[in-house]
């Protein structure tokens, strides 16, 4: 959580993450959990959460974490 999206050398994000200046807010983690490809459309994380209950629990479990 604010951190800038995609920016971490030890992975190989998709092109989309990898361009993007976006930082994590709670407000876009939650659009991306619900439907990562309507955020960044090349994405290969396929995971989704529908349950709106659960994505607020992920996003708190998340933001306990500091880089
Ligand atoms: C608890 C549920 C999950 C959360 C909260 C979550 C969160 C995230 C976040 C925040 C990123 C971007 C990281 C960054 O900007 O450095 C990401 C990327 C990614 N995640 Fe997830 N993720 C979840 C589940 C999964 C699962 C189950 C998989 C695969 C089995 C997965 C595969 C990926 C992949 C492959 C990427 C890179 C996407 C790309 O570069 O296009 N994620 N995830």
Redesign the pocket.
Known sequence: MG??????DK????K???ASNDV?TPAL?DQ??TK?KAV?P??????K?PDAAIRAD??SY?STFKD
């Open positions: 951190r800038t999206v995609g920016n971490l992975f190989k994000y998709s989309d993450l990898a994590w983690l991306w959990l990562p960044y090349s994405t290969y994380m396929l995971y959460q992920l996003i998340i």
